[in-house]
């Protein structure tokens, strides 16, 4: 039962985890409610993953704020692959060495 205009916290809390399960199914993430205020905590691929949740949760009856402390993975750095070498293709014996 709501109170005055507000929605019990629980009800908003279902109401959150069912808009998160439509929205972001794959996205690990998950919410606590207080006096209407939505805290998402949890990990994200990118950042317009972000963004649509906020908005998604942002735009439900009830919510007063969203806070977010969602992280970011940090993305991992590419291997270095060296610039080809003909001479690495060849038999031993037919590699070229540099003269000293």
């Known amino acids: ?3 005055g205009n507000q929605i019990p916290d629980k009800t908003l809390l279902q109401t959150v985890q069912k808009r998160l399960a439509q ?3 794959s996205a690990r993430v998950t919410a606590t409610v207080r006096g209407g205020d939505v ?3 949890g990990v994200l691929k990118q950042e317009h993953e972000r963004k649509l949740i906020l908005r998604c949760l942002a735009s439900l009856q009830g919510v007063k704020r969203v806070i ?4 970011l993975e940090e ?3 590419m291997a270095v692959i060296p610039v080809w070498d003909p001479n690495r293709l060849k038999p031993a014996e037919e590699q070229t060495t540099p003269e000293l």
């Open 1 to 3: 039962m709501a109170i």
């Open 23 to 25: 929205k972001c199914g």
């Open 39 to 41: 805290t998402i905590t």
């Open 68 to 71: 977010d402390q969602i992280k």
């Open 75 to 77: 993305k991992k750095k």
